[in-house]
């Protein structure tokens, strides 16, 4: 189908990238928490953000940049502080980050933006980061995405990365990106990131559109809480060095350029979905038949956000009727007579009407896609808390192949869209409640 | 403030309306799960039904009904089965039901309204509930209204019910009301259902204008899980039985009458969202500054509504970053520098900047509205399921006079609103995720 190939590499896959990440002391544990994205040539730069109306400063930084200029050639994102709810001050922190690294790489700070996460009201520990920077950029490399990847995340389980390689014009153009956690979903933190590299020519307008489609289908359909964050963002960069000629309008080359980025952002939107906190599993919901894309993606949206969907599904539950419940208050007018739902391979209603099915073996269904969901893990600890024993498992390697497929019709409409999310586990209640005073 | 006083007697408190509640064998516990609400002459009837695309047949009938004739007898309702995804077969059972209690009342159908609550996608025993039908209409008393309280219940822990009375042209006028559930709370359960009685005189349209409001003011300021049920009901009957003059238009006596059928509603919501599955409190988010009420009660209601506030509550947490960015989320433009935020007494943010609090005393601030708001309870098992230990504990009373109250101001407007919720605790998730093949 897709006529392109994955290949290693993230973010420095497309030529012409380097990236690095340190601990910079940002973290408290002491973990990886500063990462810079440096692309070698002016790079054309798009960016969708956080629609909350409580937003980092990085995130008012980066629009403001980005109106006036559509080009950049570094991203810096620190982790630990969300520099979100900071005033003032924090606007004054994410100006002098970015004039600190433009002395260090000897560029335009206006060629600079910014991201950050971490617990929402603290300042970034800016000593640590003025000091860090020098040695970030000391590492920067060729080869650096995962090390970038790694110095981003939070309560992330894994690292999210992902290259894609195709043929415009006979010649190689690549798109690779890197992202972190998923949704609003840990105590104070904030939240979603993704960087997106290419080496593709493209003019500025064109890319930022390709960008907000992009995002539309990926990140914007995924939900793991409900909670937005103050810090989410998606930054592309394309700075060309593929060497061919300028896509500047839609056509053969831009659908698959876009097509691309779109299957880009898709991986590491459902990377995010199915690391969501607590998750035992990857949920896919496939609705058709509604009047357009949006509607359709509305009702997918609230069913895979349903806490009682989410709940069943941690529970091995096939239950339709939470289902059903969820697409009617979706706010999208449908006549229930057509609403058809399957479950995997078990169709469980039809024109509006329950149907006989086997409910032992799609709990089995269920169960095995958890199971798949997991390529390797291993126990780290078992805790106690709070009257709660729940063993931590810390997932090695995500397959993101087999979901619980979840598909709703609800007319003849020719609107289609797919969500993804995860199940709602006791993981998640304790990892959100933990607190000490 | 309020010029009335709390009586006893439910919905049997004002005067010409009897009540009774029996087991009929509908619920597999052998529980009470049928109740009837009878006025002894022909009462103007007014309805607030579910908004969802998918409904129970009971809420297409009551619609169907009260469409062409604003008057009503009798309210038949059933727990157990929903009778919500059932088709036509749901239908012709709904129109069955109300056959029968007409006949063994000896009014027309046409005067019987239909509520039904429990499990999407069953059909209601109709054998059981023909065969009950003449028992429960011969258990009618005005003292009936706890028996009835009580067979419309399915996960609740306490029943909900108030009566208020005042008066108006010197005649006392009495509201009573009685209401089950919290959301779509539990397992495959369709779920929240209120009726309201008074023995006012008012007219059909000013009645309707009248419950439509209070309802905004109340089950529509209330949220749980964020799942909309497929059966939501509010049905409020006013039988003229004070003897007062009608009320028709409004103004003083009017505005009296309103003031109480919303108290009546706002104690009813609220005892809903305190016995919300799983909850160990009730959450007050009160909003003011914002540019009407509209827009305060949708930041209200997705602070209340967040999970990660839930969370926190229920750990305690004075996580005001959470609060700040459930009350961005919401959809309502305005300034973060004007954002303000307390919990109780604590003053966490102003002019959108974090200010320094006491937190361990703003924890146990948390901690002992929860405390409070139980005024006695008794711990029926200790349950091990799942790896999950959880004491089961048996709320006898609630009190709903000291919740957990955020107050948030978002600039200058004018527009203030209430909402309430609950906590999310390891519970919520225990319960809607018990499954068994």
Not at 126 to 145: D, F, Q
Not at 151 to 174: Q, Y
Request: net charge negative; aromatic share 4%.
């Amino acid at each position: 189908m897709a006529d392109w190939k994955e290949i290693p590499g993230g973010v420095t896959a497309p030529r012409g990238y380097q990236a690095a990440g340190i601990a910079a002391g940002l973290k408290p544990s002491g973990s990886p928490d500063l990462a810079v994205i440096f692309s070698e040539v002016e790079a054309i730069a798009a960016g969708v953000f956080t629609t909350s109306q409580v937003r980092a400063a990085c995130i008012d930084y980066c629009r403001q940049r980005l109106q006036g200029k559509h080009s950049a050639r570094a991203i810096l994102c620190n982790a630990g502080q969300a520099n979100a709810g900071t005033g003032e001050q924090g606007w004054l922190d994410a100006k002098l980050s970015a004039q600190v690294l433009g002395e260090t790489l000897g560029i335009s700070p206006n060629l600079i933006l910014l991201a950050s996460t971490g617990v929402i009201g603290q300042r970034i520990r800016m000593n640590a980061l003025t000091a860090g920077i020098p040695k970030l950029v000391a590492e920067l490399s060729p080869t650096g995405s995962d090390a970038a990847a790694q110095a981003i995340i939070t309560t992330d389980l894994v690292t999210k990365s992902i290259a894609l390689e195709t043929k415009i014009h006979d010649k190689i153009v690549r798109v690779g990106g890197i992202a972190k956690g998923s949704g609003m979903i840990h105590p104070d933190m904030a939240t979603m990131l993704a960087f997106v590299t290419t080496d593709a020519a493209v003019s500025p307008q064109l890319w930022q559109q390709m960008l907000s489609r992009a995002a539309d289908r990926s990140f914007n359909a995924i939900t793991v809480d409900g909670d937005t964050s103050t810090n989410d963002c998606l930054i592309a960069l394309a700075n060309g060095q593929s060497r061919t000629p300028a896509i500047t309008q839609m056509g053969a080359e831009a659908e698959k350029l876009e097509a691309m980025l779109t299957a880009v952002c898709q991986h590491l939107a459902k990377a995010i979905a199915r690391d969501g906190e607590g998750a035992t599993c990857l949920i896919e919901v496939r609705v058709s038949g509604a009047p357009d894309e949006l509607s359709a993606r509305k009702i997918a949206k609230t069913i895979v956000g349903s806490s009682l969907v989410k709940s069943a599904t941690f529970g091995r539950d096939p239950n339709w009727g939470r289902i059903a419940a969820a697409a009617g208050r979706a706010g999208v007018p449908f006549e229930q007579e057509n609403l058809r739902i399957e479950l995997g391979d078990f169709l469980l209603m039809e024109n509006g009407n329950p149907l006989d099915f086997d409910r032992k073996a799609a709990s089995l269904y269920l169960e095995k896609a958890a199971a798949d969901s997991v390529v390797s893990e291993n126990l780290l600890a078992t805790e106690i808390s709070n009257d709660l024993v729940v063993d931590r498992i810390k997932i090695k390697t995500q397959n993101l192949d087999n979901p619980v497929t979840i598909a709703v019709s609800v007319g003849n409409g020719s609107g289609s869209s797919v969500a993804w999310g995860c199940d709602l586990s006791y993981d998640y209640v304790k990892i959100n409640a933990e607190y000490t005073t």
